[in-house]
């Protein structure tokens, strides 16, 4: 009898680069695609990887294509090995990972796609002129705001103004996808040491679309942008962006107002069917000093404040600066401290102590204080919420000016010696204290970007509580921050370095 041979099936896939290549090992990380350089590696040796690879469930390509994700070379020559890459005709080229040797053997030795530091990198050297016209190739700058240093001097402010301003307008249309894409454009453009002068120095840059290089090139030729400027004069535009800026006021109250025809403040006051809340109220009333940015010093009169009260109540009570001052800001919209203590539990009673107390010493102007509803058991949070579980509070203080080194960031010589000043203060325990810290510290675009990094290269969830590892199914303990990017595979990066 005559029996037809046995075929293995191999699965069916759409991807074109795929056909041909036989495939005996399961897939386990089907995000990443290698491709081994053969130049200098030889091809014994490249074969020997590759299938070393494929046993540890990588997918290796033997044809480099737009799919691949990950290069590898052992060519150390970095200029040969760009100029044969470029001459390749790839349109995928500046989103792929350009590695040496060392990241194949960490993952390798992992047994799993290793996180891409910039010792991995393959840098393109030829050189690169800032505000040349030739497109010019920009050492790799990483999709991540996490794995960027970006410090508060920004080069390029007329830019990111401007996508700021399109990403606020986005905001309050609750549109939020172009918004995210209009900050993360922003971002990159914040960790440049160097000015864009032309719009082929953008050219490799992750995260900017045609949008924004159509903004890029109108700002560059005249100075400013028409899309911008018609958003700036837009009246809906300029009533939400004032509604909005009254505390307690969110972009939903400022539609409901807008749509009722209200387009002043003193339209709100006096309208009597509006009921202001307990916040809007304080709002309101504080208006021209808590829209007034909260100079260093002034942060630091009130660090002396919050010191005293904690240590009062507690000698072992721990105090840390948080949010944009942490971050060598010069201004901030508040003031964000961090309160807690060793001894486990006590934190609870912190925030209603130290309330009490400045109660007590009358500089306590408003108030909204929230318990602690974080329970251990519930982690891991699959979807982000936007507070976090600690006991916290969001406090208006009053200031003397006579606390202030230099006096108070006041513009019309007002003789009234004191100002109202936002806090917020967050009481984690002990031992979820790193996490808040590195929380707490922001910027947002740059925790927006630790969570994205940790869920979708590391398999991992991150929030201001905790790190879960999905593959291990473990919580990751942390005492610093350090621990936190050390687990996340990330180099670490400095406060003064996250204004992403
Ligand atoms: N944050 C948070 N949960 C909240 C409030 C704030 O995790 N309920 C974090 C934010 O992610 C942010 C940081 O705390 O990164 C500080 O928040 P905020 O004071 O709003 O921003 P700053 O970066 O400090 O900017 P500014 O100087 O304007 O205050
Ligand atoms: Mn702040
Ligand atoms: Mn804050």
Not at 136 to 141: K, L, N, Q, Y
Request: with cysteine; hydrophobic share 40%; aromatic share 8%.
């Amino acid at each position: 009898m005559f029996h037809a041979p046995i075929v293995p099936r191999v699965r069916k896939r759409s991807r074109p680069a795929e056909a041909g290549v036989a495939r005996h090992e399961a897939v386990k990380f089907e995000d990443v695609r290698l491709y081994l350089v053969e130049r200098k590696m030889g091809s014994s040796r490249r074969s020997f990887l590759t299938q070393l690879a494929r046993t540890k469930g990588f997918i290796v390509d033997d044809i480099l294509s737009d799919v691949v994700t990950h290069v590898v070379s052992e060519d150390c020559e970095a200029p040969s090995l760009w100029t044969w890459l470029k001459e390749c005709g790839l349109r995928n080229l500046p989103n792929m990972h350009v590695l040496d040797i060392s990241w194949f053997t960490d993952s390798m030795r992992e047994g799993r796609p290793v996180a891409v530091e910039t010792r991995h990198l393959i840098q393109d050297t030829l050189p690169t002129l800032p505000g040349c016209s030739t497109p010019t190739p920009v050492a790799r700058v990483s999709q991540y705001a996490c794995q960027r240093r970006t410090t508060t001097e920004n080069n390029n402010k007329i830019l990111t103004d401007a996508f700021e301003v399109l990403a606020e307008s986005y905001e309050l249309n609750q549109l939020e996808g172009p918004c995210l894409a209009f900050r993360r454009a922003a971002s990159v453009l914040k960790s440049l040491p160097w000015a864009v002068q032309c719009l082929g120095a953008t050219q490799g840059l992750p995260c900017l679309g045609e949008h924004t290089k159509a903004l890029i090139e109108e700002i560059l030729q005249y100075g400013h942008s028409f899309e911008v400027e018609k958003i700036l004069s837009d009246e809906r535009y300029q009533t939400l962006k004032l509604f909005t800026s009254v505390f307690g006021v969110g972009p939903k109250t400022a539609e409901k107002w807008y749509r009722r025809g209200l387009r002043s403040f003193s339209d709100i006051l006096a309208e009597p069917s509006i009921q202001l809340n307990r916040m809007q109220q304080s709002g309101f009333l504080h208006y021209g000093d808590i829209s007034r940015a909260v100079s260093k010093a002034e942060a630091r009169a009130l660090g002396n404040i919050i010191d005293e009260a904690v240590h009062a109540i507690t000698p072992d009570g721990i105090l840390a600066l948080t949010g944009g001052f942490r971050r060598g800001k010069e201004f901030g919209h508040d003031v964000d401290f961090i309160v807690t203590t060793p001894e486990q539990g006590k934190e609870e009673t912190l925030l209603p102590n130290i309330i009490d107390r400045l109660k007590e010493q009358g500089i306590l102007l408003y108030s909204d204080y929230q318990t602690s509803t974080f329970d251990i058991s519930k982690l891991p949070s699959h979807k982000f919420e936007a507070m976090d579980h600690f006991a916290k509070c969001f406090l208006i203080l009053r200031l003397e000016g006579s606390l202030v080194d230099r006096g108070l960031n006041s513009t019309e010589g007002d003789s009234r010696g004191w100002r109202a000043v936002r806090v917020d203060l967050v009481s984690p325990p002990m031992e979820r204290y790193a996490y808040a810290l590195l929380g707490w510290t922001g910027s947002r675009q740059f925790e927006r970007d630790l969570r994205r990094f940790a869920r979708l290269e590391q398999h991992m969830l991150l929030d201001n509580h905790a790190l879960y590892d999905k593959t291990k199914k473990e919580f990751l303990a942390a005492t610093t921050e350090r621990d936190i990017f050390a687990h996340l595979g990330l180099e670490y990066i400095e406060p003064w370095q996250r204004n992403a």
